[in-house]
T-cell receptor, first 112, second 111 residues
């Protein structure tokens, strides 16, 4: 079974731009979660989607948004990028959302 | 608010020595606790969860609700145990759909 796939692996953007990250969950998994990982704050929850509905959202500004498609694939978007958005963004999938998470390798975003 | 604290950023032990990675949590309801591990150049993966009450790779963890702790233990450390370990908590209701992670402990097993 293929694991969680995130694309792209690396991104370099300029302040003020926007970016879209993609995540393909494990086949059969309907829940997709996103996490931001930084050296200072560690792993922080962004949001979780199940069957195209956002069920839970972390404490991030509205510049961070996401969506899930009918095939369970998910995207997250960050608008008006700031230097502090530089981080590793991890996607995770599971069957129901409260079952163990399977993580992708992440997208490394660098904002200059 | 839910919080997970891992007091040690780095823990070094000799091969064959016992290991204990500490985790304390704060949550008003009944949480579910997990340990995730990230080996070098690999993705973050589940090591164990408290409701399973199983031993994985020789590691065990017991939920102590009185002390709000979920320490990870192994009697004899192996070199392949060197990795980054994260304790995580999920709550109830809508909170069950998110994990709150500790900052992680890097375990280094010295040969």
């Amino acid at each position: 079974k293929a694991g969680v796939t995130q694309t792209p692996r690396y991104l370099i953007k300029t302040r003020g731009q926007q970016v879209t990250l993609s995540c393909s969950p494990i086949s059969g998994h309907r829940s997709v979660s996103w996490y931001q990982q930084t050296p200072g704050q560690g792993l922080q929850f962004l949001f979780e989607y199940f069957s195209e509905t956002q069920r839970n959202k972390g404490n991030f500004p509205g510049r961070f948004s996401g969506r899930q498609f009918s095939n369970s694939r998910s995207e997250m978007n960050v608008s008006t990028l700031e230097l502090g958005d530089s981080a590793l963004y991890l996607c995770a999938s599971s069957f129901w959302g409260n079952s163990p998470l399977h993580f992708g390798n992440g997208t490394r975003l660098t904002v200059t | 608010a839910q919080r997970v604290t891992q007091p040690e950023k780095l823990l070094s032990v000799f091969k064959g020595a016992p290991v204990e990675l500490k985790c304390n949590y704060s949550y008003s309801g009944s949480p579910e606790l997990f340990w995730y591990v990230q080996y070098s150049r690999q993705r973050l993966q589940l090591l164990l969860r408290h409701i399973s009450r199983e031993s994985i790779k020789g590691f065990t963890a017991d939920l102590n609700k009185g002390e709000t702790s979920f320490h990870l233990k192994k009697p004899f450390a192996q070199e392949e145990d060197s990795a980054m370990y994260y304790c995580a908590l999920s709550g109830s209701g809508a909170g069950s759909y998110q994990l709150t992670f500790g900052k992680g402990t890097k375990l280094s097993v010295i040969p």
